[in-house]
């Protein structure tokens, strides 16, 4: 079962295990599928290698991940609408277990464990626990 958390653009920061950071990136279409236990967040960020300015903090954020996919540690949406719609539904589960995958179009799609950690001012911390083989995980869901 599909949950929209949110449509529109959202700003979505990232960390890496280097100390480097972005804070460029706009995901959209931030949707949550539901199968059992397993959470599955999917954020399109294909919107950021849109832009024709090729040195906009978007393209080259968007062009850094591509790059570090590997060395992610942590994604950060400070949207009130993702915390609270994920929250509810992460409130529902039996010891959930939650997998990110950013979409970055044809720049590839990137999977992660993640655990998430509520933020005080509002929004949410996804810390990767794990990269995963995003082929393996997409063509399951695109299987089914």
Partial sequence: ???????TAAHLQLSYGDGAASDGLIGRRYMLEVDG???TLHIDLGLNFQSRNRLSAGYLDAGALVRNHDRLRSAQCEDNLVRARLVRTWKEMHEPRLTMVLDLGPHGRFAYSVRPHLLFTGGVQLEVLQVLDAA???GA????
């Avoid at 079962?1 to 449509?7: E, G, K, S, V, Y």
Wanted: aromatic share 6%.
């Fill in 1 to 7: 079962m599909w949950h929209t958390l949110r449509r």
């Fill in 37 to 39: 236990s397993a959470l």
């Fill in 136 to 138: 393996k995980l997409i």
């Fill in 141 to 144: 869901h695109e299987a089914a």
